[in-house]
């Protein structure tokens, strides 16, 4: 595909349990961002990759959130027992180093 | 520190008309790039405009152009001829791999409103 793709575009999940969000960067990019995004609000970083180098892990809101990335390209963004708190977009991004960032079309995720 | 500030929650111009979003940002580093990205109601970010630090020329895209004043941190976008698809949000951002992250820094942002 041309562009970042994120998966599942919705998810509803019940307290408690624990979902993965995917993200398939674009070929070729070597840095992949997680944001989350609050209803009408701005982007919080949560974590970035930068080709083989440790991520930046320093948005990560509690240890009940996790990513990886495999092979330096899709990425997976796990969190554990959710909350009601954890209800938000989540976006996802790649660019090239130094580059723009081209943005998925993200995750809404729903936790009742 | 590394911050970027977007003073304006909310703005609304007239079709046709032209509006002027405001940004300043912090850095002490000489060397960075400045973005504006856009974010209308199908929620999918796109870029607007980039401008690199050391290019004292105005980034400009179509209707879209900039006012940087690097001594004053001061990153503004303008938007000529507005038309009603320009309603979204805005986000100004930077990006400082001098200081050796490759983490960008967003704004707040700024609900542009069209009216027809």
């Known amino acids: 595909g041309a562009g970042v793709s994120q998966s599942p575009s919705n998810k509803v999940t019940e307290k408690g349990k624990d979902v993965e969000l995917r993200c398939d960067p674009i070929?070729?990019?070597?840095?992949l961002y997680w944001y989350r995004q609050s209803l009408g609000q701005g982007l919080e970083f949560l974590i970035y990759f930068q080709g083989n180098s440790a991520p930046d892990k320093s948005g990560l809101p509690s240890d009940r959130f996790s990513a990886e990335r495999t092979g330096g390209s899709v990425s997976t963004l796990t969190i554990q027992r959710t909350q009601q708190e954890d209800s938000a977009v989540y976006l996802c991004a790649s660019s090239t180093l130094a580059g723009e960032q081209y943005f998925g079309a993200g995750t809404r995720l729903s936790v009742l | 520190a590394q911050t970027v500030t977007q003073s304006q929650p909310e703005m609304s111009v007239q079709e046709a008309e032209t509006v002027t979003l405001s940004c300043t940002y912090d850095?002490?580093?000489?060397?960075?790039?400045l973005f504006w990205y856009k974010q209308p109601p199908s929620r999918q970010m796109i870029l607007v405009i980039r401008q690199e630090a050391y290019k004292q020329q105005n980034a400009t895209e179509n209707r879209f152009s900039v006012n940087f004043q690097k001594a004053a941190k001061s990153f503004s976008l303008k938007i000529s001829d507005s038309q009603l698809g320009d309603a979204a949000m805005y986000f100004c951002?930077?990006?400082?791999?001098?200081?050796?992250?490759?983490?960008?820094?967003f704004g707040t942002g700024t609900r542009l409103k069209v009216l027809a």
């Open positions: 070929s070729g990019h070597t840095a």
């Open positions: 850095t002490s580093e000489s060397d960075y790039y």
């Open positions: 951002a930077q990006l400082n791999p001098t200081s050796g992250t490759y983490k960008y820094i």
